[in-house]
Nanobody, 127 residues
């Protein structure tokens, strides 16, 4: 069973930082685009960031651009989301997702184009 496992969530005060990690079990995702999505209570799941297979290209939602950084270490088969200057509106469950690389960088913000998902990790930012 292929699974993506997120870690690193927690409770932080506004202005502080967290780093999320995503490590797959059951297979390697070195040839996959990887993304981070989030879902706040009562809201739809929204795109946060994505990274290309090589890690050379990154993509961000306007709401996190300049504050969040996505990266990957293919040797460790792990993807990270460094979140700085956190705001209360960043409070959500954060999900790691993967999609096959041959789709390229089209529609990266569309959750339906991702093949694999993690269970999510809660991030709560207090004011």
């Amino acid at each position: 069973q292929v699974q993506l496992v997120e870690s690193g969530g927690g409770l932080v005060q506004a202005g502080n930082s967290l780093r999320l990690s995503c490590a797959p079990s059951g297979r390697t995702f070195k040839s996959y685009y990887m993304g981070w999505f989030r879902q706040a209570p009562g809201k739809e799941r929204e795109f946060g960031a994505a990274i290309s297979v090589s890690g050379g290209s990154t993509y961000y939602a306007d709401s996190v651009k300049g504050r969040f950084t996505i990266s990957r270490d293919n040797a460790k088969n792990t993807v990270y989301l460094q979140m700085n200057s956190l705001k209360p509106e960043d409070t959500a469950v954060y999900y790691c997702a993967a999609r096959m690389g041959f789709y390229g960088n089209s529609d990266l913000n569309n959750a339906d184009t991702y093949n694999y998902w993690g269970q999510g990790t809660q991030v709560t930012v207090s004011s």
